[in-house]
Every structure is written in C-alpha cells, then in structure tokens.
Nanobody, 124 residues
Framework: QVQLVESGGGLVQAGGSLRLSCAASGRTFSRNVMGWFRQAPGEERDFVAAINWSGVTTYADSVKGRFTISRNNAKNTVYLQMNSLKPEDTAVYYC??????????????????WGQGTQVTVSS
C-alpha cells in the first residue's frame, strides 16, 4: 500500500522558517515527480512546488525565492524548506506524487498519490 506521510508542520511567527518532510512507503518514487500543495480553509488546493527525478524544480510565484523543494531519493523523501513565512502561507500542506517521471505539473489532477496533510500556521 502506497503511503505519503508529511511531517514538520506547526505554529511559527511571521518571518520564521519551517521544514516539511514527506516520506513515501509502499513503492519507490525516486524516478517520479513529487509536489507540494496547500489548502487554506474555504479555498481550493493550490500548487506550491514540484521536483522531477533529476532535480528540476518549479514554484508558484507566491513562494518563489522563499521556499525550496528538494528530495533524497535514497530515503524516498521530499522536503519543503519554507523561509520568510507570512500569515498568508497558513494552510494545510499536502505532499503528492505523479507516476510521470519528468514532466512537472501544477495541476492537482495530475498527481496520483496524496498524503494526509500537515498544518502550517503563521502568526503575525
């Protein structure tokens, strides 16, 4: 059974940092596109960042320059380093995986596997 488990969320003051982790089990995702999305209450699930198997990345404009996605294929884990956090970054953050290996996508429907989410709250 494939599982994606996020961790690292929490409460942080504006300007602070958090590092989210997503550990995959049940199959290896070292050759697959991995992504992070977020969803605030009453809002749609929005794209944050994605990375393909070779390390090519793409980001939402709202997080570019503040967030960094990375992966450790040996550990079957993807990370999201979040710096200079703002109150508008408050959301549940979800890890996702595509069966595709190379083509990055910002659309939630392009992803085949999802984690349960981790809450990130940024206070002003």
């Amino acid at each position: 059974q494939v599982q994606l488990v996020e961790s690292g969320g929490g409460l942080v003051q504006a300007g602070g940092s958090l590092r989210l982790s997503c550990a995959a089990s049940g199959r290896t995702f070292s050759r697959n596109v991995m992504g992070w999305f977020r969803q605030a209450p009453g809002e749609e699930r929005d794209f944050v960042a994605a990375i393909n198997w070779s390390g090519v990345t793409t980001y939402a404009d709202s997080v570019k320059g503040r967030f960094t996605i990375s992966r450790n294929n040996a550990k079957n884990t993807v990370y999201l380093q979040m710096n200079s956090l703002k109150p508008e970054d408050t959301a549940v953050y979800y890890c996702a995986a595509r069966t595709a290996q190379t083509l990055l996508s910002s659309g939630p429907l392009a992803y085949d596997y999802w984690g349960q989410g981790t809450q990130v709250t940024v206070s002003s």
